[in-house]
C-alpha cells in the first residue's frame, strides 16, 4: 500500500529517487506510468497494474476495452527503478508534467497507485479542496 507524500529532484535526465518506504512496497524492478485524466501522471506496480488490465476485461464490453487499450494502455510507459534506486521518467510522459526551474516534483501514496504532481499544481489542488475537506472531515476521522 503506497502512503504520504515525497518531494523528490529530478535530475537532468528526468530520474528521481523512488523513496524508500515506497520502493520497499514495490515487487520487483519496475513501475508503470500512466497519463492521469485530472491529475498529470500515476504510477503503478506492476502488479497493480495487472489487477487494473484485468478489471478491465471483466467491466468493459469489447468498444470500452478498445477505447482503454488506445488512450490509456497506448500512452502508458514502463521504467525500472535502478540499483541505486532511480527512476525515470519517460520523455514523453514528464512533458505532462509542467515542471519548474527546480525540477522538483510531489510523489503521493494512493494506497494501490501513486501520483506526481508539480508542487505547485499539489497546493492548489490541496487549497481548491479545501472546503469539502472541512465538509467531510468528522467522517474522515471516523474511520480512524
Same mark, same amino acid.
Given at each position: 500500500?503506497? %502512503?504520504?507524500?515525497?518531494?523528490?529532484?529530478?535530475? $537532468?535526465?528526468?530520474?528521481?529517487?523512488?523513496?524508500?518506504?515506497? *520502493?520497499?512496497?514495490? $515487487?520487483? &524492478?519496475?513501475?508503470?506510468?500512466?497519463?492521469?485524466?485530472?491529475?498529470?501522471?500515476?504510477?503503478?506496480?506492476?502488479?497493480?497494474? #495487472?489487477?487494473?488490465?484485468?478489471?478491465?476485461?471483466? /467491466?468493459?464490453? $469489447?468498444?470500452?476495452?478498445?477505447?482503454?487499450?488506445?488512450?490509456?494502455?497506448? #500512452? %502508458? %510507459?514502463?521504467?525500472?527503478?535502478?540499483? /541505486?534506486?532511480?527512476?525515470?521518467?519517460?520523455? *514523453?510522459? *514528464?512533458?505532462?508534467?509542467?515542471?519548474?526551474?527546480?525540477?522538483?516534483?510531489?510523489?503521493?501514496? !494512493?494506497?494501490?497507485?501513486?501520483?506526481?504532481?508539480?508542487?505547485?499544481?499539489?497546493?492548489?489542488?490541496?487549497?481548491?479542496? &479545501?472546503?469539502?475537506?472541512?465538509?467531510?472531515?468528522?467522517? !474522515?476521522?471516523?474511520?480512524?
Amino acid at each position: 500500500m503506497f %502512503a504520504g507524500q515525497y518531494h523528490c529532484k529530478l535530475d $537532468e535526465k528526468g530520474r528521481f529517487i523512488f523513496p524508500t518506504p515506497l *520502493r520497499e512496497q514495490v $515487487e520487483g &524492478d519496475r513501475v508503470i506510468f500512466v497519463k492521469g485524466q485530472d491529475l498529470p501522471l500515476s504510477a503503478y506496480s506492476v502488479q497493480e497494474w #495487472e489487477k487494473v488490465l484485468s478489471r478491465v476485461k471483466e /467491466t468493459f464490453d $469489447e468498444d470500452q476495452s478498445r477505447l482503454f487499450m488506445h488512450y490509456v494502455v497506448a #500512452e %502508458a %510507459a514502463s521504467s525500472e527503478i535502478d540499483k /541505486t534506486g532511480r527512476v525515470l521518467i519517460p520523455g *514523453r510522459l *514528464r512533458k505532462v508534467i509542467p515542471l519548474e526551474d527546480d525540477l522538483e516534483i510531489v510523489v503521493v501514496g !494512493m494506497f494501490h497507485r501513486l501520483e506526481i504532481w508539480n508542487p505547485s499544481a499539489w497546493r492548489r489542488y490541496l487549497m481548491q479542496h &479545501d472546503a469539502q475537506l472541512e465538509e467531510n472531515l468528522g467522517k !474522515m476521522h471516523n474511520l480512524l
